[in-house]
C-alpha cells in the first residue's frame, strides 16, 4: 500500500461528492447492462408460455450462448480502464487506436466461436444432459442464434471503448432501442404469427445485428476525429488478447460454476431445469444491474489512477461499495416480496412455479453479498488488479465445486444446489474485501 494514502474512514453517509460522478455514469450503465440480459429474459418469458419443454431446450441452448459471451467479456472490460486512462494522460489517438483494435478482434473471435459452437453444439448439449425433445428445441434455439453472436461481442467491445470514454448513454440508447426491438419481434412472431421456438431465437438475432452495427458506427467516428488508423493491425489484437488472459480466466471460472449448475439442474428434472433457468435470469439480470455501478468503478478507477490521485481512487470506491450495497438489499427484499408474481410471468406450470419461488428466496438473499463482489470487481478491474481476481474466482470455483458434489451425492435437490452457490459467492467476497482495504491495488501506472 502506498506510504503516503490513507484508508478512507468508514463513516456512510446520505450524500458523497463522488455521489454524482458515480451516478452520471452508473445510471446510464444500469439501463445497457440491464438490457442485454432482457434479450434473454424476453425469450424465457415467451418459450415458457410456449411449453416446458422448450423452456427446458432454451435453458440450456441459453448457457452455451452466455458461457461463450461471458468468456468473452475482456473485450469490455479490459478496455475501460485502459482507455480511461490514456484519455486522462492526454493520449486520445492511442486510445481510439486500442478501441478499432478491440472491435476488429471481437470480430474475428465473433466468427470463430460461432463456428466452433456449430461443430460443437450438440455435444457440449448432451453433456449439459439434454436430450429427447429437450435436445431437438436447445439445438434449434442454439443454431438459429449463432449467426448473431458476431455481432453480441462487436456491442460488447464497443461498450467497453464508451465506457472508457465516460459516456454511457449512447450504449444504453443502443442497448434498449435493441432490448425492445427484439421484444416486440419476439411476441409478433411468436404470439401473432403463431411461430416456435426459432422465431424467438431469430428476433434476438436482428436485435444484435442491429446494437453491433450501431457500435462499429460509433466507434469508427471517434477513430477518425482522433486521427487513429482503423485497419487492422494484427500486432495489437494479439496484445489484447493476451492481456486479456486474466479476465478469461476470472470469467471461465465464473461461468464454470454456473454452467455446471446447469448441468446439476438437468439431471435433477426438467421442472427443476425450468425452475434453475427462471431464477438464474433473474439473478443475472440483477448482477448486470449491480455492474452499473462496477463500470463506473473501472472507469472512474482508471481515470483517477491515470492522474496520479491513489487517495481519490480509494475514496471514490469506498463509495461505490456502499451504493451498491444499498441497492442490492433494496433488490433483495424486493425479490423476496414478490418472488410469486415473478414466477407466473415465466411459466404457468404449477410444479416450476412452486420451484421457482423456492429459487427465487435464494437469489433474494445473496444479493446483499452480490452488491460487494460486483463493486469490488469492477473497482479492482479498473485498478489492473487482473490477477488477483482470476486466482480467486478459480479458488471460489472449486469451492464451489466441492460443494456441488455433495449435492450430487447425497440426491439433496434444487434448494441445495442454490446453497452452494451461496458457498461461491461467499469464497469471492472475503478476499476481494481484504484487498481493498489492505490498498496494495492502489497503482498509478500499470
Not at 486479456?244 to 455446471?260: D, E, I, K, Q
Not at 448482477?287 to 489512477?305: C, K, M, N, S
Amino acid at each position: 500500500m502506498p506510504e503516503a494514502v490513507a484508508r478512507p474512514p468508514w463513516r456512510p453517509s446520505l450524500r458523497s461528492p463522488f455521489d454524482r460522478p458515480i451516478a452520471a455514469l452508473a445510471v446510464p450503465a444500469f439501463g445497457s447492462l440491464v438490457a442485454e440480459p432482457l434479450y434473454v429474459l424476453a425469450d424465457t418469458a415467451v418459450v415458457g408460455r410456449i411449453g416446458t419443454t422448450e423452456l427446458a431446450g432454451l435453458a440450456l441452448a441459453s448457457t452455451v450462448l452466455l458461457t461463450a459471451h461471458s468468456l468473452m467479456v475482456f473485450l469490455a472490460y479490459g478496455a475501460t480502464g485502459p482507455i480511461a486512462r490514456m484519455i486522462s494522460e492526454g493520449r486520445a489517438k492511442e486510445a481510439a487506436h486500442r478501441g478499432i483494435q478491440g472491435m476488429w478482434l471481437a470480430a474475428v473471435l465473433g466468427v470463430l466461436l460461432a463456428g466452433l459452437m456449430g461443430i460443437f453444439g450438440e455435444p457440449l448439449l448432451r453433456w449439459l444432459q439434454a436430450d429427447g425433445d429437450v435436445l431437438d428445441a436447445a439445438l434449434l434455439y442454439l443454431r438459429v442464434s449463432l449467426s448473431g453472436f458476431p455481432f453480441l461481442l462487436l456491442a460488447l467491445a464497443g461498450a467497453g471503448v464508451m465506457h472508457g470514454r465516460q459516456d454511457t448513454r449512447r450504449p444504453l440508447f443502443i442497448a434498449v432501442a435493441a432490448a425492445l426491438a427484439n421484444l416486440v419481434i419476439e411476441v409478433v412472431l411468436v404470439f401473432v404469427f403463431g411461430f416456435g421456438l426459432g422465431a424467438s431465437a431469430l428476433s434476438t438475432v436482428i436485435a444484435q445485428v442491429a446494437a453491433g452495427v450501431a457500435f462499429i458506427v460509433l466507434t469508427v467516428r471517434w477513430a477518425r476525429e482522433t486521427g487513429a488508423d482503423i485497419r487492422p493491425v494484427a500486432q495489437p489484437m494479439i496484445a489484447l488478447l493476451t492481456s486479456g488472459t486474466a479476465l478469461v480466466v476470472r470469467t471461465a471460472s465464473l461461468r464454470g460454476a454456473l454452467t455446471v449448475a446447469a448441468a446439476v439442474a438437468a439431471g435433477i428434472g426438467t421442472a427443476d431445469l425450468a425452475a434453475h433457468q427462471v431464477g438464474l435470469q433473474v439473478w443475472v439480470t440483477l448482477a448486470l444491474a449491480l455492474d452499473a455501478v462496477a463500470i463506473a468503478g473501472q472507469a472512474l478507477t482508471g481515470r483517477f489512477l491515470g492522474e496520479g490521485d491513489a487517495e481519490v481512487a480509494w475514496a471514490a470506491s469506498r463509495r461505490m461499495i456502499e451504493l451498491d450495497t444499498v441497492v442490492a438489499v433494496f433488490f433483495g427484499l424486493a425479490i423476496a416480496l414478490f418472488r410469486e408474481p415473478i414466477a407466473g410471468l415465466f411459466t404457468e406450470d404449477a410444479a416450476v412455479v412452486s420451484l421457482t419461488g423456492l429459487v427465487l428466496l435464494h437469489v433474494a438473499g445473496q444479493q446483499p453479498i452480490n452488491g460487494i463482489v460486483f463493486a469490488l470487481d469492477g473497482i479492482l478491474i479498473g485498478a489492473g488488479d487482473l490477477w488477483f481476481l482470476a486466482r480467486w474466482m478459480v479458488i471460489a470455483f472449486i469451492s464451489f465445486a466441492i460443494a456441488v458434489s455433495i449435492v450430487v451425492v447425497t440426491d439433496a435437490g434444487l434448494g441445495w444446489l442454490w446453497a452452494a452457490l451461496w458457498v461461491f459467492m461467499t469464497v469471492r467476497m472475503v478476499p476481494l474485501l481484504l484487498r481493498w482495504r489492505s490498498g496494495r491495488w492502489l497503482l498509478t501506472s500499470v
